[in-house]
């Protein structure tokens, strides 16, 4: 079993800026992608930006120029920097890994959420 836990959520003035973390720990043998979603009220959870082992990115097209993700493989740990918010990053954000474990079982884990509000 894998368990995430991330941090740094809070409450910041638009523009500002946050840096969430998102540790993993437990049975892992590999994690290959981790990755930030983020859940507005009334709104469907989507992907933010994604990292694979070796350092590919993606991003929404929304948080490009502005959000960094970056991990440490060593600690597998990922990481959001957030720059130049705007009310309309005030979401849940949730991190996510997808690897094996050492019995060689994919698995999916999410973490728990952390609240980002971005006040105008």
């Known amino acids: 079993q894998v368990q995430l836990v991330e941090s740094g959520g809070g409450l910041v003035q638009a523009g500002g800026s946050l840096r969430l973390s998102c540790a993993a720990s437990?049975?892992?043998?590999?994690?290959?992608?981790m990755g930030w979603y983020r859940q507005a009220p009334g709104k469907q959870r989507e992907l933010v930006a994604s990292?694979?082992?070796?350092?590919?990115?993606n991003y929404a097209d929304s948080v490009k120029a502005r959000f960094t993700i970056s991990r440490d493989n060593a600690k597998n740990t990922v990481y959001l920097q957030m720059n130049s918010l705007k009310p309309e990053d005030t979401a849940v954000y949730y991190c996510?890994?997808?690897?094996?474990?050492?019995?060689?079982?994919?698995?999916?884990?999410w973490g728990q959420g952390t609240q980002v509000t971005v006040s105008s």
């Open positions: 996510n890994a997808y690897g094996s474990s050492w019995s060689r079982k994919d698995f999916l884990s």
């Open positions: 437990g049975s892992i043998f590999r994690i290959n992608t």
């Open positions: 990292i694979t082992s070796g350092g590919s990115t």
